[in-house]
């Protein structure tokens, strides 16, 4: 048996990147998953992917910053499979990030769209979703946050600080449901290698990343499946309020490291 078998799992933003690897993660460990996502055609195309390997999902579109879809996706995992044991907020509004400058020239377009999915979509999906993992004796709630989130940068102005808001509301959704058995946890990786992200960083960006990083290559989605997995699991039921890192070490060391190297 899987780590993961007889629970229900929503996987936000899984029509790609982290969280297709997460959802086919998910399945291989046994979670019968909701493959959630904006694109649509695409969130199908993974849960024919889990389905041909054995595992067993159901795609549901819905767009995170229309606050009147968000309830749907919890009932529609009732519906399908008979209840919900695990949300993973992995979504987040990338489709204008090279619009997301410093303040002094952000448009607020791209302000407000960016706050509305990573954090108001977050936290509606959590607030949905926790009288239904109540009633289920007790859940996991897993949001991708950034090390964004907790280093400034010289554009990325709305993805950092929404990150930055995820931060906090991991840490009042665990210190709020956590004695009625609802586990609350961020993952904040690093510099993940997808296709969506070889689109928008410049290779030379790249470069500098990965001389930062502390390990011998940059992060791979399944890294953060494998954490994600873990979170899920009642291997870690004593796991929560915690922002964990998986980045490769970006974030603990002095900057200057990477320099005398």
Not at 4 to 9: D, R, Y
Not at 155 to 174: D, E, H, M, P
Not at 218 to 247: H, K, W, Y
Request: with cysteine; charged share 20%.
């Amino acid at each position: 048996m899987g780590r993961l078998e007889n629970k229900v799992a929503i996987i936000t933003g899984s029509a790609g990147g982290i969280g297709r690897a997460t959802a086919l993660k998910f399945a291989a460990e046994g979670a019968q998953v909701v493959v959630a996502d904006i694109l649509g055609d695409d969130a199908a195309t993974v849960v024919k992917e889990i389905c041909d390997a054995g595992g067993t999902a159901a795609p549901y579109q819905l767009d995170l910053g229309v606050p009147a879809e968000i309830p749907g996706l919890i009932d529609f995992a009732v519906r399908t499979f008979g209840g919900l044991d695990v949300l993973h907020n992995n979504a987040a509004a990338t489709d204008r990030v090279m619009e997301d400058h410093d303040v002094a020239r952000i448009d607020l377009d791209v302000w407000e769209r960016t706050i509305a999915v990573n954090v108001r979509g977050t936290m509606l999906a959590a607030q949905a979703a926790i009288p239904v993992l109540i009633a289920r004796g007790g859940g996991s709630i897993i949001n991708t946050t950034s090390i964004s989130a907790v280093a400034g940068d010289l554009r990325y102005t709305a993805y950092g600080v929404s990150k930055g808001g995820i931060n906090s509301l991991t840490l009042y959704i665990a210190t709020q449901y956590g004695k009625l058995g609802i586990r609350c946890n961020a993952i904040a990786p690093g510099l993940v290698v997808t296709q969506n992200m070889l689109v928008k960083i410049p290779p030379e960006a790249v470069r500098e990343y990965e001389r930062q990083h502390m390990t011998p290559r940059l992060g791979r989605p399944e890294d953060i499946a494998n954490m994600a997995a873990f979170l899920a699991s009642d291997e870690a039921e004593f796991v929560t309020g915690q922002i964990i890192a998986v980045d490769g070490g970006l974030v603990s060391h002095n900057p200057t490291v990477a320099a005398f190297r």
